[in-house]
């Protein structure tokens, strides 16, 4: 009577198990579909740099869609430059739980992207890193426009320089 009492208990344990498994699989679903309205890339990876989550907008931006990017090494796929040493990045990040700065990425056809990337630590119930979500602004466009205006500003610096010098040769002549 006992055995029998085990097995029951085991079954209903069992049931309340997969009863569990099965809300969290569909708090996990509704998340995922939340990040999709995001205008921004997100993506998260895991400790060795995988690719576990790729959202809607990260396919927008990159070129590459969910299925062929999930299971990708990050760092291979997006050919991430960074603005300074990795292993400083990995060490903020560690010890801060979170990384914000600007890096370069190559899209599917080859193109660059200059992003505002945004990183957060997840570590599991004993403390340790279980995975990186990392959220990409693309500001590329914006970069380029800095960049031609500082351009101007150095030729309207170089016409204004040149039109002093202009002037005092003249005032020197009369």
């Known amino acids: 009577?006992?055995?029998?009492?085990?097995?029951?208990a085991a079954a209903?344990?069992?049931?309340?198990?997969?009863?569990?498994?099965?809300k969290r699989m569909e708090t996990l679903g509704e998340q995922a579909r939340l990040l999709d309205l995001a205008h921004d890339a997100i993506l998260v990876r895991d400790m060795d740099g995988t690719i576990t989550f790729w959202n809607r907008s990260a396919e927008g931006t990159y070129?590459?869609?969910?299925?062929?990017?999930?299971?990708?090494s990050c760092l291979s796929l997006l050919k991430k430059r960074f603005p300074e040493p990795?292993?400083?990045?990995g060490?903020?990040?560690?010890?801060?739980?979170?990384?914000?700065?600007?890096?370069?990425?190559?899209?599917?056809?080859?193109?660059q992207a200059v992003v505002a990337s945004r990183w957060a630590l997840e570590r599991d119930?004993?403390?340790q890193p279980?995975?990186?979500l990392e959220i990409n602004s693309d500001i590329t466009e914006h970069k380029q426009l800095e960049l031609r205006e500082h351009e101007a500003r150095h030729q309207l610096h170089t016409a204004l320089k040149a039109l002093r010098e202009s002037e005092a040769r003249l005032k020197r002549l009369v």
């Open 1 to 8: 009577l006992q055995a029998i009492a085990n097995v029951l």
């Open 12 to 22: 209903i344990e069992r049931k309340r198990d997969e009863e569990e498994l099965a």
């Open 63 to 72: 070129g590459w869609s969910r299925e062929e990017a999930v299971g990708k």
């Open 86 to 89: 990795l292993e400083e990045i």
């Open 91 to 111: 060490a903020e990040l560690f010890h801060e739980g979170h990384w914000e700065g600007e890096l370069v990425h190559t899209k599917r056809d080859g193109t």
């Open 125 to 127: 119930e004993h403390g």
């Open 130 to 132: 279980s995975a990186i």
